[in-house]
């Protein structure tokens, strides 16, 4: 009777963990429809998935709440995010509609997944259940395998076909083939040199023999520092330290003594005046 009691109760702990957890989820689920960046979306997405793995958890679903984090915000986000960078979508990117209608089927589709929703919770409160413990009686993982390779073996098909489809798809849009002939080395080289731009290789930055940093631009033989030495994302970002000063003060410093030095006499050792006398 205990043990029945305690599977239809829930303790204030597990209350306040999924109403906390639940909001977030939520607000993350929002945030992935409703941003414009999408790989803002796709994090939203992430951290919405990382608090499902969370409920698997607590509910002591182990093997499905480490699947959750493994395959789902490992591998599938993953893919998501890579899918984002070779297609190349940007906030700049149009938002005028080319599909007609898209707008009234997401409503449709999210309308048909509400009433699911509120069907399943009600089943849920209004029918008894079995509960966490007689589902893994048998072990989580032999149970959750008899239902993915029986009961909803075809669902997961069709998922695994979607996602090798969504592959696929992203190769298919970032494929382009050349329309003009790449151009040769000399032919590249004859244009820089007709165009009159930098001929040779870029300086390295930095200051021989005293900094090698990249945010110092390297000093020409007057001692005046070289934009072409620093990259210009750097220069755009006003990133560039000048040591320029620095190292003219130096230098004058390390002329004077030098002067210093020439200008004194050599002090000849005594051992020199008596090989002197003694060639006499």
């Not at 007709?194 to 900094?211: C, F």
Request: net charge neutral.
């Amino acid at each position: 009777m205990t043990e029945q009691l305690a599977a239809y109760s829930t303790s204030t702990g597990e209350a306040v963990q999924f109403w906390i957890l639940g909001t977030v989820a939520v607000i993350g689920a929002l945030c992935t429809v409703f941003m414009r960046r999408a790989v803002h979306s796709a994090l939203c997405l992430a951290g919405t998935m990382i608090i499902l793995a969370v409920f698997y958890l607590a509910n002591g679903a182990y093997f499905l709440g480490a699947v959750q984090i493994v395959v789902y915000t490992g591998a599938i986000m993953m893919l998501f995010l890579f899918v984002v960078m070779l297609v190349g979508v940007t906030a700049a990117d149009s938002l005028k509609e080319t599909i007609k209608g898209q707008r009234w089927m997401a409503l449709l589709c999210g309308l048909g997944f509400g009433v699911l929703l509120v069907g399943g919770l009600g089943n849920a409160a209004l029918s008894e259940f079995s509960g966490v413990g007689e589902a893994n009686a048998g072990g989580n993982v032999q149970g959750l395998a008899s239902l993915m390779f029986t009961r909803y073996v075809f669902a997961f098909e069709i998922t695994g076909a979607l996602l090798i489809t969504a592959a696929v798809g992203a190769m298919v849009l970032t494929h382009r083939e050349r329309t003009e002939r790449a151009m040769t080395q000399r032919e590249m080289a004859e244009q820089r040199v007709r165009e009159g731009t930098y001929l040779p290789p870029l300086p390295a930055p930095g200051v021989y023999a005293r900094h090698n940093a990249v945010d110092i631009a390297g000093l020409l033989p007057d001692g005046t520092p070289s934009d072409l030495t620093v990259s210009k994302t750097l220069r755009d970002r006003g990133q560039v330290r000048d040591v320029s000063r620095e190292a003219l003060n130096d230098l004058r410093a390390l002329e004077q003594r030098a002067e210093e030095r020439l200008e004194r006499r050599a002090i000849q050792p005594p051992n020199f005046k008596r090989a002197e006398e003694a060639s006499k």
